[in-house]
């Protein structure tokens, strides 16, 4: 006789759900996620609703499907970041069990809402990566990350000291609506980071949920993030765990360094502030598509870290000068306005500024031996802008250079920038072992961490 399994929302449950996630050898194309969500819809139509909540720059319908009834609403919503798609993977995870599993569906006393893809113009800039992920060379080649003002995630409504922003576009709207509309209790954008480790962002502390993060994410294999945070504002609540804070204690710590709070260029809110009316708890579990074993080695090498900060500065200061320098070369001549190209005219000064926010830390952190996780983050930070940023402006070069529309200078700096990105391309994967992480494993972790979370939830 087989053992019962175990109840649901127990640690047991949870880790036993988190490992029988399916083997991935790919991510979704936009078409292929929204037709895999309307074939079950079809298939199902007494377990999902769906209604269309708003309507992207290029007219696409952005849908919410709904599963299940309870006490409780959860909404968990994919594509916020364009080229973090690891999420689409989980969603048809989350739909497949909730619509075979009925123990889950019913006994989790929440209503589902779901919204497959916030941005699906942008994550269609990505796909020409989604059929190898593992790919570091093509993934850099084919990568696309909206500026600041053009994302989901960070264009709701900001005021603060000289701060205003209240450009929320067609998308972002939408994702308000869906927030406003479900009022949940427990809210999840889905993200994944680049390389590294795994690591989690709390809209509030809740210690008892701490161990059971760290335990699904050891139970699948993925190591912890113990390096660089990813902003000096953020609390640290445990080991690769933070509170998300606000966009008032970024603009604080900046300003405070005397750095500029409020750069040209910068965006909104958070999705997640915006949540925070209605008592919500949110989510953000930060998973590693790249795979880096130094990630949780918290062993000191002989390198300091102040000294670690100011190299990485300096690094990040050049790289940014560089690019600010090429768009300026080719700004009179360019004819199109593309996502590509707008995106790394606002990242590349963002490289140089986060260069000069490490410069600025070098001078007040202690002297003390960096890690060699650190060390290693500090360099992937490096690849990170150099590679993301030069990559879609060698994208938006080559775009009027393919368009027969590239003016002389154009087209010498196209050819100048695809030098300098293939060092960096070569820099960047001589420091890589190779290695990587199966997608069933990253999608287990980032599902494990919702019925994780919510498993905190109160019964209503």
């Not at 900001?158 to 205003?164: D, G, L, P, Q, T």
């Not at 690094?315 to 600010?324: F, K």
């Not at 002389?408 to 990587?436: I, M, N, S, Y």
Request: proline residues 8%; aromatic residues 8%; charged residues 25%.
């Amino acid at each position: 006789m087989l053992d019962p399994a175990p109840a649901l929302g127990t640690v047991e449950d949870i880790l036993r759900r988190a490992g029988a996630v399916p083997r991935f050898e790919r991510i979704p194309s936009v078409d292929e996620l929204n037709h895999r969500l309307e074939d079950l819809r079809r298939a199902h139509p007494d377990l999902i609703a769906v209604e269309r909540i708003g309507t992207t720059r290029l007219g696409e319908p952005i849908p919410m499907y709904h599963v299940g009834e309870g006490s409780r609403s959860a909404l968990i919503v994919g594509g916020v970041h364009p080229n973090e798609p690891i999420g689409s993977l989980t969603i048809l995870h989350l739909m497949d069990e909730l619509i075979s599993d009925q123990a889950f569906r019913v006994g989790s006393d929440t209503c589902w809402h779901i919204v497959p893809c916030a941005d699906p113009d942008g994550m269609r800039l990505n796909e020409g990566w989604f059929a190898q992920p593992h790919d570091r060379e093509r993934y850099a080649r084919e990568f696309f990350r909206p500026a600041p003002d053009e994302q989901v995630e960070w264009t709701f409504p900001f005021a603060y000291k000289a701060a205003y922003f209240d450009a929320m576009m067609p998308e972002t709207q939408a994702l308000a609506r869906a927030i406003d509309e479900t009022r949940p209790d427990l809210y999840v954008p889905l993200h994944n980071s680049e390389g590294g480790g795994a690591y989690f962002y709390l809209s509030r502390p809740l210690p008892q949920l701490y161990p059971l993060l760290h335990e699904v994410t050891a139970s699948q294999g993925v190591p912890l993030h113990t390096g660089e945070a990813e902003g000096p504002h953020f609390t640290a609540l445990d080991v690769a765990i933070y509170e998300m804070g606000t966009l008032q204690d970024a603009y604080d710590w900046t300003e405070e360094h005397g750095l500029d709070p409020y750069p040209p260029g910068s965006a909104g809110d958070a999705s997640t502030s915006y949540a925070r009316r209605y008592g919500t708890l949110s989510l953000i579990a930060e998973l590693p598509q790249f795979s880096d074993p130094r990630a949780d080695d918290t062993q000191p090498t002989g390198t300091s870290h102040r000294d670690a900060l100011r190299l990485c500065g300096e690094r990040l200061v050049h790289a940014g000068s560089t690019l600010v320098s090429l768009i300026e070369r080719v700004e009179p001549h360019l004819r199109i306005d593309s996502p590509l190209l707008r995106a790394a005219r606002a990242f590349a000064p963002m490289a140089l500024s986060s260069g000069q926010s490490d410069l600025a830390r070098a001078e007040v952190e202690p002297d003390r031996p960096a890690t060699v996780a650190e060390l290693s983050s500090l360099d992937g930070g490096v690849d990170l802008h150099r590679l993301r940023w030069g990559g879609m402006l060698l994208r938006a070069l080559q775009a009027e250079v393919d368009a027969g529309v590239a003016a002389l200078e154009v087209r010498r700096t196209a050819d100048e920038l695809r030098v300098l990105f293939d060092e960096w391309l070569r820099e960047a994967q001589a420091r890589l072992d190779g290695r990587t992480l199966p997608l069933g494993r990253i999608v287990g972790v980032q599902y494990g961490a919702i019925l994780a979370a919510h498993a905190q939830l109160e019964h209503r």
